[in-house]
Structures are given as structure tokens and as C-alpha cells.
């Protein structure tokens, strides 16, 4: 399977967080699944730190290059086609960050692993949660 990790499924999975499912974590851990990252998601996390919403050591900056190195995730390129794709999505979630994530999923044709229900409540996206 190729998982696109939202952003809060792929802090959680590093952080060992308990509201993340056993189907996540053994998904996550299965070295069979393709794993992807998109660099929104570095983004996100980044600006969570900033508004002290999470807090990475010793710097989110650093915590962010570990974790890259700790969990082998391919990078989801960004492109004119997401960006496009992104703002033709019917979703009640205007969050550019969950619309690019969304349309990445989409575009590369990767299932999204991820517990928001803008996401899992809709037919067109696959989700796994």
C-alpha cells in the first residue's frame, strides 16, 4: 500500500502518541507500505512548534531531520497540478495545508492515513484510519 501520512498521523507515530490506531501503527511499521511525506507537512509541523502547540527537541528544526532520517518517507513533490487540484476539491475544510495534503493524495493516487473526519467522511478519497 502507498500512505500519504497526514501531518498529525506522522507526529504522532514519531512521538509514540496513543490516539494513534493500531491499524495506523501497524501500517506505518509495515516495511511492504510505500510511506510519503509531503513537505506541507514540514511546514505544518513547524508552524505547530512556533505556536507552541507541540513541543520538539531539541529544536523543530532538528526534531524534523531526525524524524526524516528515522522513518523512511519519499518526499510528494508539489506541483501547478496539486495546487490547481487543490482548490477543486469539494470539501467543507478550507485549511490550505489539508486541501494540498488532500490533493496530493489525489494526484499521486496514495491512500491518505490520517483520523480527520473532513477527510474520512468523504467517498472520493481513499483513507485509511
Known sequence: MKLLLDTHIWIWYLLGNERLSETLRGAIGDESN?????????????????????????????????????????????????????????????????????????????TLATVDQHFTKVDWLPTLS
Open 34 to 110: 510505500e510511506l510519503w511525506l509531503s513537505p506541507i507537512s514540514i511546514w505544518e509541523t513547524l508552524i505547530l512548534a512556533e505556536k507552541k502547540k507541540i513541543i520538539l527537541n531539541p529544536d523543530p528544526a532538528t526534531w524534523i531531520q531526525n524524524s526524516l532520517q528515522q522513518l523512511d518517507t519519499q518526499q510528494a513533490p508539489l506541483s501547478n497540478e496539486i495546487a490547481i487540484i487543490s482548490r477543486q476539491l469539494q470539501l467543507e475544510q478550507q485549511d490550505p495545508a489539508d486541501r494540498f495534503i488532500a490533493a496530493t493524495a489525489i494526484h499521486l493516487q496514495l
